[in-house]
């Protein structure tokens, strides 16, 4: 089971650290995904990072302002969001697999989404 959180309001330039939990198996042999969905729009992949080796990959959108990370022992992996712009404004959810795949309907496991808005 995933659980992802710490999505809020922030304005341009601002920054939010997104947390996604892992419960029921162990993080360090998962690969994790970010993806995101605005309103009208297909979900897109953010970033993933593959505990097991430590690979890790970013869309080219969010490369320089986005930084995801693990946390074997806490099984939670976050996703660090600096320098936001308006066009980050979606729902982002976590995903558990086995390879990082840029489309999402490969991943098998999901967790809800977290609202993250930015607006001045």
């Known amino acids: 089971q995933l659980q992802a959180s710490g999505g809020g309001l922030v304005q341009p330039g601002g920054s939010l650290r997104l947390s996604c939990a892992v419960s029921?198996?162990?993080?360090?042999?998962?690969?994790i995904g970010w993806f995101r969905q605005a309103p009208g729009k297909e979900r897109d992949w953010v970033s993933c990072i593959n505990n097991r080796d430590g690979t890790i990959e970013y869309a080219d959108s969010v490369k320089g302002r986005f930084t995801i990370s693990g946390d074997n022992a806490k099984n939670t992996v976050f996703l660090q969001m600096n320098r936001l712009k308006t066009e980050d404004t979606a729902v982002y959810y976590c995903?558990?697999?086995?390879?990082?795949?840029?489309?999402?309907?490969?991943?098998?496991?999901w967790g809800h989404g977290t609202q993250v808005t930015v607006s001045s």
């Open positions: 995903a558990g697999g086995y390879g990082c795949y840029h489309g999402p309907r490969v991943w098998p496991d």
């Open positions: 029921g198996f162990t993080l360090k042999y998962y690969t």
